[in-house]
């Protein structure tokens, strides 16, 4: 049981250039959640989705895009990546009775130069 | 606005009790969480409190207070693998919707041998 895998683990990208970060999760989760963590700012919501075909903006969504097309699967884009997005990014996913209760997939590291 | 304010930083010595307060000012309040990541891991869930009281789990404790909008997680026997970040999480209504957390800063705890 995997739980929430998210692909890739480092990435370094050039000011300019996309790309997209993948979560999956086998827990039939309805909610999934992206984050960013930067130092001494805790997790900050991105973007979050409460079912397949859904999506919704978080706190600091800018310069960011999701997708759900299918339940177990979660995407995050970078259109064109600034330096300020240099960040870890963590997924997560929860189940409609137990929201409090998130479970995080390992991270993904971005550097943008 | 939104906010939660937790210590930066906390110090204890192995098999001592350490205290981590969470103070929190939101639009909404549908329950105070508590999460564990260790240095480049991942979030975990450590404990849910939905009303007043105290909820144990092991050597973790929880208390919440609603009407002072202040919640503390307790950690007894010290171990030197506690040391990690804690994080309080609000689930808050935020755009209309009661399906996301609101994360605070963190507290980094420090178990001295």
């Known amino acids: 049981n995997a739980g929430v895998t998210q692909t890739p683990k480092f990435r370094v990208l050039k000011t300019g250039q996309s790309m997209t970060l993948l979560c999956a999760q086998d827990m039939n989760h309805e909610y999934m959640y992206w984050y960013r963590q930067d130092p001494g700012m805790g997790l900050r919501l991105i973007h979050y989705s409460v079912g397949e075909g859904t999506t919704a903006k978080g706190e600091v969504p800018d310069g960011y895009n999701v997708s759900r097309l299918k339940k177990q699967n979660f995407l995050l884009g970078l259109e064109s990546a600034a330096p300020s997005q240099t960040s870890v990014y963590f997924c997560a996913s929860s189940s409609p009775g137990t929201q409090n209760i998130q479970y995080f997939g390992a991270g993904t590291r971005l550097s943008v130069l | 606005g939104q906010s939660l304010e937790q210590p930066s930083e906390v110090t204890a010595v192995e098999g001592a009790i350490v205290q981590i307060n969470c103070t929190y000012q939101t639009s909404g309040f549908y329950g105070l969480s508590w999460y564990q990541q260790h240095d480049g891991g991942a979030p975990t869930f450590l404990s849910y409190?939905?009303?007043?009281g105290l909820e144990e789990t092991g050597r973790f404790s929880s208390f919440l207070s609603r009407s002072d909008s202040y919640g503390y997680l307790l950690l007894q026997e010290l171990q030197m693998k506690d040391s990690a970040s804690y994080f309080c999480a609000v689930r808050d209504r935020y755009g209309g919707a009661t399906n996301k957390l609101i994360f605070g800063t963190g507290t980094l705890l420090a178990v001295q041998p």
């Open positions: 409190n939905a009303l007043d």
